[in-house]
């Protein structure tokens, strides 16, 4: 079953506290990508990952760092929440060289920084 | 890397009518356009795509055009039902480069 698992779905934190957001896939897929989505503003590509320890920043990458240490998980990390980081937050993953750039997302991690 | 605007925003259509969103890229480079469907709480899911070797492709009452000398593409959804009230993204892709760039998003609603 082709799957990307997110957790925890729902979280508040206060401002200054470290934030974890981890995600899972069972399809083996190399590439994974971590997006915020914010009203007015689609999905904005935070980090990408190739493969374990291969990461690149995206367009939005201040403020929050990855960890891949296994294919299959790919953690979201924000040390020191701020409260313009309060979204909903999609992790996502695509298999490498495939024919199309069909990603397949979470159900999503919706943060909330006080 | 590549900007992707699209338009509009909101829409707002009556059942049974169509509904088009349309979308701009500016890297020539880019190969691969596909539309995604959020339904509000919900991740955002795979509708239609379309290659740049393609000028138009149809399914299921989807519709997606595609120029290439303009660089816009767009989505035209046939015969509109309260279903297919949602978020739809568009999205732009570069060969052999691994990013998705998304527009916006609009908003559409299909009124009874």
């Known amino acids: 079953d082709m799957k990307v698992t997110q957790m925890p779905r729902y979280l508040i934190k206060r401002m200054g506290e470290n934030v974890l957001l981890e995600c899972g896939q069972d399809?083996?897929?190399?590439?994974m990508y971590w997006y915020r989505q914010d009203p007015g503003l689609g999905l904005q590509l935070i980090y990408i990952?190739?493969?374990?320890?291969?990461?690149s920043e995206g367009d939005i990458p201040k403020g929050y760092r990855v960890s891949r240490k296994k294919r299959e998980h790919f953690s979201l990390i924000l040390d020191s929440a701020k409260t313009n980081q309060t979204s909903v937050y999609f992790c996502?993953?695509?298999?490498?060289?495939?024919?199309?750039?069909?990603?397949?997302f979470g159900e999503g991690s919706k943060l909330t920084v006080l | 890397g590549e900007q992707v605007e699209q338009l509009p925003s909101i829409l707002r259509v009556q059942e049974g009518s169509s509904a088009s969103i349309n979308c701009t890229y500016e890297?020539?480079?880019?190969?691969?356009f596909p539309w995604y469907k959020q339904e509000p709480g919900e991740n955002p899911k795979l509708i239609i795509d379309?290659?740049?070797?393609?000028e138009r492709k149809q399914t299921q009452g989807l519709i997606v055009l595609l120029d290439k000398k303009a660089k816009r593409f767009s989505l035209h959804i046939t015969d509109t039902q309260p279903g297919d009230s949602a978020m739809y993204f568009c999205?732009?892709?570069?060969?052999?480069?691994?990013?998705?760039?998304f527009g916006s998003g609009t908003k559409l609603t299909v009124e009874p």
């Open positions: 996502a993953s695509r298999r490498q060289g495939a024919n199309t750039g069909q990603l397949y």
């Open positions: 399809m083996s897929h190399e590439t």
């Open positions: 990952s190739y493969d374990v320890d291969s990461n």
């Open positions: 890297n020539s480079a880019s190969n691969y």
């Open positions: 379309i290659r740049s070797n393609m």
């Open positions: 999205a732009a892709k570069r060969a052999n480069y691994n990013v998705l760039y």
